[in-house]
Antibody
Framework: QVQLVESGGGVVQPGGSLRLSCAASGFTFSSYGMHWVRQAPGKGLEWVTLIWNDGSLKYYADSVKGRFTISRDNSKNTLYLQMNSLRAEDTAVYYC???????????WGKGTTVTVSS | AIQLTQSPSSLSASVGDRVTITCRASQGISSALAWYQQKPGKAPELLIYDASSLESGVPSRFSGSGSGTDFTLTISSLQPEDFATYYCQQCNSYSFTFGPGTKVDIK
């Protein structure tokens, strides 16, 4: 079945780095754009970044631009999020999601938790 | 950036009730709007896209309408499994925003 599984979350100090992964299965990964969306504790959803199916285009929320980098390896069916210069306000559950029609997210992973704290 | 507001922020309803949630965009977005349902501790699920298209597998009691700046999500007869938080989401020039959410709980 179609599945996304995130990993790589953890506790990191302010200013530190972390790389998240999202393993895809059950569909042709290279045919779909992919998003990262996050949710701070007790808060709503915040879109983070989008990468096109072939990696040729990437878009970022202003809140992470210059600090986060999205990438993908279609040979490994895996999406990545490199997070640098982490701040307390980056603390959240991070979800990867499949993009449909470029605008929407039709399949979501269960999320991985990132905590930025000293 | 386009902002989305939702009303109400929360509501209490009974099984069988008709429920309507409104989403308003700060500027026109044509029909590029989706609705998601999220239950506590779970990932969101897509319900509606393109303002009124029902995602495959979603019960027909869910419907969406609207275009431009004003949109609605309607649940025609609320079921026990529908108690959750609902978010609208838009895309404009590849900048995506979600509404603040509407929590639907049991009266």
């Amino acid at each position: 079945q179609v599945q996304l599984v995130e990993s790589g979350g953890g506790v990191v100090q302010p200013g530190g780095s972390l790389r998240l992964s999202c393993a895809a299965s059950g569909f042709t990964f290279s045919s779909y754009g992919m998003h990262w969306v996050r949710q701070a504790p007790g808060k709503g959803l915040e879109w983070v970044t989008l990468i096109w199916n072939d990696g040729s285009l990437k878009y970022y929320a202003d809140s992470v631009k210059g600090r986060f980098t999205i990438s993908r390896d279609n040979s490994k069916n895996t999406l990545y999020l490199q997070m640098n210069s982490l701040r307390a306000e980056d603390t959240a559950v991070y979800y990867c999601a499949r993009s449909i029609r470029h605008f929407y997210m039709d399949v979501w992973g269960k999320g991985t938790t990132v905590t930025v704290s000293s | 950036a386009i902002q989305l507001t939702q009303s109400p922020s929360s509501l209490s309803a009974s099984v069988g009730d008709r429920v309507t949630i409104t989403c308003r965009a700060s500027q026109g977005i044509s029909s590029a709007l989706a609705w998601y349902q999220q239950k506590p501790g779970k990932a969101p699920e897509l319900l509606i896209y393109d303002a009124s298209s029902l995602e495959s597998g979603v019960p027909s009691r869910f419907s969406g309408s609207g275009s431009g700046t004003d949109f609605t999500l309607t649940i025609s007869s609320l079921q026990p499994e529908d108690f959750a938080t609902y978010y609208c989401q838009q895309c404009n020039s590849y900048s995506f925003t979600f509404g603040p959410g509407t929590k639907v709980d049991i009266k």
